[in-house]
T-cell receptor, first 115, second 115 residues
């Protein structure tokens, strides 16, 4: 069955620090997708990235980067030079092709960036 | 890009009443889903809204409590029936294919408070 674990419940950093949010997943499927979403205080879920199981290349987008490692079933998210506006809840999620693309979410990590 | 609109955005309801949440997508989508986010929690899938047929419910959710309709490829409703305070949550509509293949896009959510 699908499962996503975000072991970090809450992280606090000072502005300009780098921070990594961990995500570990479990799946029986060979074809699956991994996602990160951001939920700012306003409540709306913002899509950040999707990665499919056949593409292990790391990705960088501005201050955001993602490290996908199938060997450890991890899909970690790093924010470089964090800013106060990065304060939000971040969710890692998994969908399996065999499960009709339904998303299973991790518990979320609350990130607080202090000025 | 396509937009998902939900209404109401928030409501305060009395115990024992029912409320219907509407979800409108401004383009045709293949799949629509309803999620629940209880206070301080992650997102849990309620059901897949199937166009022209009965919704597919996840374990722990039943049609009598959460009837869902999806009359066409752009619209769905979720009813929360016979509400109790435990139903106080954010209910989110989502659609697949709005922002790219295999990417689930979410509406802003409907925050229900049951007194």
């Amino acid at each position: 069955a699908q499962k996503v674990t975000q072991a970090q419940t809450e992280i606090s950093v000072v502005e300009k620090e780098d921070v990594t949010l961990d995500c570990v997943y479990e799946t029986r499927d060979t074809t699956y997708y991994l996602f990160w979403y951001k939920q700012p205080p306003s409540g709306e879920l913002v899509f950040l990235i999707r990665r499919n199981s056949f593409d292990e290349q790391n990705e960088i987008s501005g201050r955001y980067s993602w490290n996908f490692q199938k060997s450890t079933s991890s899909f970690n998210f790093t924010i470089t030079a964090s800013q106060v506006v990065d304060s939000a809840v971040y969710f890692c999620a998994l969908s399996e092709a065999l499960e009709g693309n339904k998303l299973v979410f991790g518990a979320g990590t609350i990130l607080r960036v202090k000025s | 890009s396509a937009v998902i609109s939900q209404k109401p955005s928030r409501d305060i309801c009395q115990r024992g009443t029912s409320l219907t949440i509407q979800c409108q997508v401004d383009s045709q989508v293949t799949m629509m889903f309803w999620y629940r986010q209880q206070p301080g929690q992650s997102l849990t899938l309620i059901a897949t809204a199937n166009q022209g047929s009965e919704a597919t419910y996840e374990s722990g959710f039943v049609i009598d409590k959460f009837p869902i309709s999806r009359p066409n490829l752009t619209f769905s409703t979720l009813t929360v029936s016979n509400m109790s305070p435990e139903d106080s949550s954010i209910y989110l509509c989502s659609a697949l294919g709005v922002s790219g293949a295999n990417v689930l896009t979410f509406g802003a959510g409907s925050r229900l408070t049951v007194l």
